[in-house]
């Protein structure tokens, strides 16, 4: 049985309100479909549009076997390109960051406008014609500061997001914050693992001291009800969506993504050991009332975020292989805000800096059991992982739908 029928047959078998089977988790067969099926072709969270602050100025990701240059052009529009040159197939910018008037390939000098267009090629006759060899365009959609790119040909509907999350990010004027500090981590384990142990607080008491400090540990919070039953969320809500600033929980009918508005813990204002504001001066002014708590937005599969009242973090995952995924951390910052007067590097970045640790560290042992060959699929806490299992559903739901509609194309064709 061919790798896309056999997973095809056990998602569609598989016992609900447990983990998924061995092969889903370390195979690389399985994280090869899983790559072309979902990160190949779905909308993917790759930075902030204030990582580009003028013309030129680019970053470049690795998306699986996909090299992408993200620039902002001299008309402010901010796009994304493979980072192939259409020569001989370099990389034409190499670095993670960097600006330059045009983008040049290293290998040869051909030379691309911001817009991706081929500007000049040394020596290639009289005949050439450069409009045929411009870089070959990604979707690419920015909104509420962040940025998102489709390597798909045909992308999905991007509108539905931004209509559902924008309102709820506009009163935090992110375009108009920088980046503080940012790290990379590698987990060795799948990518699948890193968003099980996100999408549940199950296991924060035992693991995470610094973050139970201000986080609510309450399935409400992580779980996939939203908490509207919850008095304290809900008067949350109320309190918030009074001062201008849209609260309640909102997921998408598929389960991809959601937002929500949530209080921290006991009047605290930030993800500090002390629990007081990281930052001295707010994202935005826009925000006018204090314990505002986090804003959660969760997209499948690159992203988490929380947007509190001084600063922002984002996550974001990228898969490298069956067994090891990459997670980004960016701590955002109003951009006039001066580290050493308006906040401290070290006390901003603590609790998630030793939070990501810590999982990375549960991420590891959990797969390093889950390889046993005595490893079978475990019952979830119905109380405290409804988050695990509304991911797990979304995982399989999308898998199942797009191999199916793959098999009726071919059937088509055949």
Not at 100 to 121: E, I, N
Not at 135 to 153: D, R
């Amino acid at each position: 049985m061919d790798i896309r029928s056999n997973v095809l047959r056990q998602l569609k078998t598989r016992r609900e309100g447990f983990s998924l089977e061995q092969p889903f988790y370390i195979d690389e067969d399985y994280f090869k479909l899983d790559m072309e099926m979902i990160y190949y072709r779905d909308w993917l969270f790759m930075g902030h549009d204030c990582e580009l602050p003028k013309a030129g100025a680019y970053f470049t990701v690795q998306i699986g076997e996909y090299p992408v240059v993200i620039v902002r052009g001299r008309d402010n529009v901010i796009r994304a390109f493979h980072n192939s040159c259409r020569h001989r197939g370099s990389r034409v910018c190499t670095k993670e960051h960097g600006s330059s008037v045009r983008l040049v390939c290293p290998y040869h000098q051909w030379t691309y406008d911001l817009d991706g267009k081929l500007a000049f090629a040394r020596h290639m006759g009289d005949d050439f014609d450069k409009t045929g060899y411009g870089l070959k365009p990604v979707h690419c959609e920015s909104f509420g500061g962040y940025i998102f790119i489709c390597l798909a040909q045909n992308a999905p509907d991007f509108q539905p997001v931004r209509d559902m999350v924008a309102p709820y990010m506009v009163p935090h004027h992110l375009s108009d914050a920088k980046v503080a500090f940012q790290s990379t981590i590698i987990e060795k384990g799948n990518w699948k693992l890193v968003w099980e142990n996100n999408r549940e607080c199950y296991h924060c008491a035992a693991n995470h001291p610094e973050l139970c400090r201000t986080y609510p540990e309450a399935p409400s919070v992580t779980g996939t009800d939203g908490g509207a039953d919850d008095p304290e969320i809900a008067g949350h809500w109320a309190r918030c969506e009074a001062a201008g600033l849209p609260s309640k929980f909102q997921i998408s009918p598929d389960g991809q993504f959601r937002t929500a508005r949530m209080p921290l813990i006991e009047d605290a204002e930030s993800y500090t050991m002390s629990g007081k504001s990281a930052v001295k001066r707010s994202l935005s002014d826009d925000v006018t009332i204090d314990r505002i708590g986090t804003m959660l937005l969760f997209h499948y599969p690159t992203t988490w975020n929380h947007i509190l009242g001084d600063h922002a973090i984002s996550f974001r995952v990228l898969p490298l292989s069956a067994n090891e995924t990459a997670v980004t951390t960016k701590w955002l910052v109003h951009k006039d805000a001066v580290e050493g007067v308006d906040y401290d590097l070290a006390e901003l970045t603590h609790v998630w800096t030793e939070t990501n640790d810590q999982d990375r560290r549960i991420v590891e042992e959990n797969a390093f059991g889950i390889h046993s060959p005595a490893y079978e699929p475990g019952p979830y806490s119905m109380l405290h992982e409804g988050g695990v299992m509304q991911f797990l559903e979304w995982y399989s739901n999308f898998m199942v739908n797009r191999l199916q509609s793959d098999q009726a194309k071919l059937s088509v064709v055949a």
